[in-house]
């Protein structure tokens, strides 16, 4: 069907193939949830998630735990799996696990420019970095006044450089400024992505230009919605878009020009595979509109193992399991809050 993938994959690729659907196979399950939705405190979690592969990260931790300790050890696990299949990858694939990571570095970037911008302390915003996204000059960020110093100081070296070349200017870094700067970073980094799995053709190519379509649509949409009242103008938000998606082209022209909610699900309700998103909601309202994109990217992640010899089961396997990260703390702190009635307003299943 593809060529001769199937042939010369396993050369190279076959053991990490099978080390990411061993990892996929250890993804908590309905079952894990609903017992997790019934636990009293978050020793009751640790309790439960003990016997999952959490377990060893979970079992030196003293009481009383904190939802951060959850998270930041259920998140150490996923950067230890990624730091082996990357140890072990060869080219191409270990160009495309970098890729995968160039988001948390967007975001570690956003992160600390703006708590910066708000005199918050540097060691406290790097705590709260990714660390899939982290980078050896990252602490200096907090030097910067403008996206030129930016740049020509801390990010020239990093694998963000390229994507820069679009938002270097001489303007004061403000919040406005810097929620540009991150669409902009985003826009840059899912065009050079799909252009990179592009290349590598056969199953890769088409099932991570399906993802990655997905993503570039969602961020479209979130961009319009988050704009609207602002002073963003037509053509600024026009420019935020990715020059591909299923909304590409003609779907930006009329997404660029809505002016509120319902003019966007006008809009989403002339493509059929978002059209099912937005028939969650009722009109005028956005809050449920994140739960119903993770639930429909799940769905795409999981059909991404239905087909062997490729590498978007790598991109689909490291999402999954942070969205299995986003359950957690979600069912962490409504625990932690006593709020259990309002457990699955935003849990994800992921089987």
Same mark, same amino acid.
Not at 48 to 68: I, K, V
Not at 257 to 284: H, L, N, T, W
């Given at each position: 069907?593809?060529?001769?993938?199937?042939?010369?994959?396993?050369?190279?690729?076959?053991?990490?193939?099978?080390?990411?659907?061993?990892?996929?196979?250890?993804?908590?399950?309905?079952?894990?949830?609903? +017992?997790?939705?019934?636990?009293? +405190?978050?020793?009751?979690?640790?309790?439960?998630?003990?016997?999952?592969?959490?377990?060893?990260?979970?079992?030196?931790?003293?009481?009383?735990?904190?939802?951060?300790?959850?998270?930041?050890?259920?998140?150490?696990?996923? !950067?230890?799996?990624?730091?082996?299949?990357?140890?072990?990858?060869?080219?191409?694939?270990?160009?495309?696990?970098?890729?995968?990571?160039?988001?948390?570095?967007?975001? +570690?970037?956003?992160?600390?420019?703006?708590?910066?911008?708000?005199?918050?302390?540097?060691?406290?915003?790097?705590?709260?970095?990714?660390?899939?996204? %982290?980078?050896?000059?990252?602490?200096?960020?907090? !030097?910067?006044?403008?996206?030129?110093?930016?740049?020509?100081?801390?990010?020239?070296?990093?694998?963000?450089?390229?994507?820069?070349?679009?938002?270097?200017?001489?303007?004061?870094?403000?919040?406005? /400024?810097?929620?540009?700067?991150? +669409?902009?970073?985003?826009?840059?980094?899912?065009?050079?992505?799909?252009?990179?799995?592009?290349?590598?053709?056969?199953?890769?190519?088409?099932?991570?230009?399906?993802?990655?379509?997905?993503?570039?649509?969602?961020?479209?949409?979130?961009?319009?919605?988050?704009?609207?009242?602002?002073?963003?103008?037509?053509?600024?938000?026009?420019?935020?878009?990715?020059?591909?998606?299923?909304?590409?082209?003609?779907?930006?022209?009329?997404?660029?020009?809505?002016?509120?909610?319902?003019?966007?699900?006008?809009?989403?309700?002339?493509?059929?595979?978002?059209?099912?998103?937005?028939?969650? %909601?009722?009109?005028?309202?956005?809050?449920?509109?994140?739960?119903?994109?993770?639930?429909?990217?799940?769905?795409?992640?999981?059909?991404?193992?239905?087909?062997?010899?490729?590498?978007?089961?790598?991109?689909?396997?490291?999402?999954?399991?942070?969205?299995?990260?986003? /359950?957690?703390?979600?069912?962490?702190?409504?625990?932690?809050? /006593?709020?259990?009635?309002? !457990?699955?307003?935003?849990?994800?299943?992921?089987?």
């Amino acid at each position: 069907m593809y060529g001769f993938e199937a042939l010369t994959f396993n050369v190279d690729g076959g053991y990490l193939e099978a080390i990411v659907r061993g990892h996929r196979a250890g993804l908590l399950t309905a079952s894990d949830y609903n +017992n997790l939705c019934q636990c009293e +405190n978050l020793d009751d979690i640790k309790m439960h998630l003990s016997a999952t592969e959490y377990g060893p990260y979970l079992q030196n931790e003293p009481s009383p735990l904190h939802t951060t300790t959850v998270v930041e050890k259920c998140t150490l696990k996923l !950067v230890d799996e990624y730091k082996h299949m990357l140890c072990q990858a060869t080219e191409p694939l270990s160009t495309f696990l970098e890729y995968i990571t160039y988001g948390h570095m967007i975001d +570690n970037v956003v992160l600390i420019v703006t708590g910066t911008l708000h005199e918050r302390d540097v060691h406290e915003l790097l705590e709260k970095c990714h660390p899939l996204g %982290m980078f050896d000059s990252i602490a200096t960020l907090a !030097v910067a006044q403008n996206m030129r110093e930016l740049y020509r100081l801390v990010l020239v070296d990093t694998p963000l450089a390229p994507y820069f070349s679009e938002c270097i200017t001489s303007e004061d870094l403000d919040d406005m /400024n810097i929620e540009i700067m991150r +669409n902009t970073l985003y826009k840059a980094y899912l065009e050079d992505f799909y252009r990179f799995c592009q290349k590598l053709g056969g199953a890769t190519a088409e099932i991570m230009s399906d993802l990655l379509s997905f993503e570039a649509d969602r961020r479209a949409v979130n961009i319009t919605i988050n704009s609207i009242g602002t002073e963003l103008t037509r053509d600024d938000r026009r420019k935020l878009y990715s020059n591909f998606g299923l909304l590409y082209p003609y779907g930006h022209e009329e997404l660029a020009v809505c002016e509120d909610i319902d003019q966007v699900r006008g809009v989403m309700e002339k493509y059929p595979p978002y059209q099912s998103i937005f028939a969650k %909601m009722s009109y005028g309202e956005s809050q449920m509109l994140d739960k119903a994109f993770y639930e429909e990217e799940v769905k795409r992640l999981c059909l991404a193992f239905e087909q062997q010899f490729h590498y978007a089961v790598f991109f689909a396997y490291m999402r999954l399991r942070e969205q299995e990260i986003r /359950n957690l703390m979600w069912i962490s702190e409504c625990v932690a809050q /006593n709020q259990k009635s309002r !457990v699955h307003d935003s849990v994800v299943f992921i089987f």
